[in-house]
């Protein structure tokens, strides 16, 4: 059973501050070409809080990637920066956090350009793409294109073991089993589903912050 926290209700299930607010940041991104609404959009304070983006943008800037997935590129490293890891998931102080794309990537160079400069907890960040899951080695976040919920299921046993957040496209059924994180797309808008017992399996220590943003599947 899924469940959202909210305190106040709206026609789209947030507060009318923050809608206000969102909706008037939607509005100067949209006067703005996409590389710069892009970088203002995912260093915004209303991206902690409101974890469902709205694609307000126009041309695309990377003819590889749509809208939608430019913006899950900026999901991802942002979802890193709200998840805590254990200390042995990393070999040192100063190993990177390695973002993992297992399949086809339908980022193009956007996930690329989304973490260029970007740092969670003070380590830089990695991009790996993947074809099969026996390829990856080291892997903190792990996003996996075109997977039901049985792949992620067996997908998620071959990384067991490992603190992996996990994240799929999914289409707003739940499951007995899914991945930690679930993108769901919904008349334009991404929202998020996060798995509890998917986290605690893995070990990671998900903030509040980003909890009460998202549907909640225990």
């Known amino acids: ?8 209700k709206s026609p789209l299930g947030y507060s009318p501050v923050v809608l206000h607010g969102f909706v008037s940041a939607c509005a100067r991104l949209a006067r703005l070409r996409l590389p710069t609404a892009i970088r203002v959009f995912r260093h915004s304070a209303f991206y902690v809080i409101f974890v469902s983006a709205v694609f307000v943008l126009t041309a695309p800037a990377f003819p590889q990637a749509s809208k939608e997935y430019q913006l899950k590129a900026v999901f991802l490293w942002r979802l890193a920066q709200f998840a805590q890891w254990p ?15 297992l399949g086809e990537n339908p980022f193009g160079d956007a996930l690329d350009a989304a973490v260029r400069g970007e740092t969670a907890h003070g380590r830089k960040f990695v991009v790996q793409y993947h074809r099969v899951i026996d390829q990856i080695k080291t892997c903190h976040v792990l996003y996996i294109t075109g997977a039901g919920p049985r792949q992620a299921k067996n997908i998620a046993a071959a990384v067991s073991g490992r ?23 919904d008349q334009n808008r991404i929202k998020l589903r996060i798995n509890l017992k998917a986290a605690a399996a893995a070990g990671l220590v998900l903030d509040p912050r980003l909890l009460r943003a998202a549907d909640i599947v225990e």
């Open 87 to 101: 200390s042995d998931a990393f070999e040192g102080p100063d190993s990177p956090l390695v973002i993992c794309v």
């Open 163 to 185: 603190s992996v957040l996990t994240v799929r496209d999914i289409d707003g059924l739940a499951s007995s089993y899914d991945t930690v994180v679930g993108f769901l797309t």
């Open 1 to 8: 059973m899924a469940r959202k926290f909210n305190n106040v």
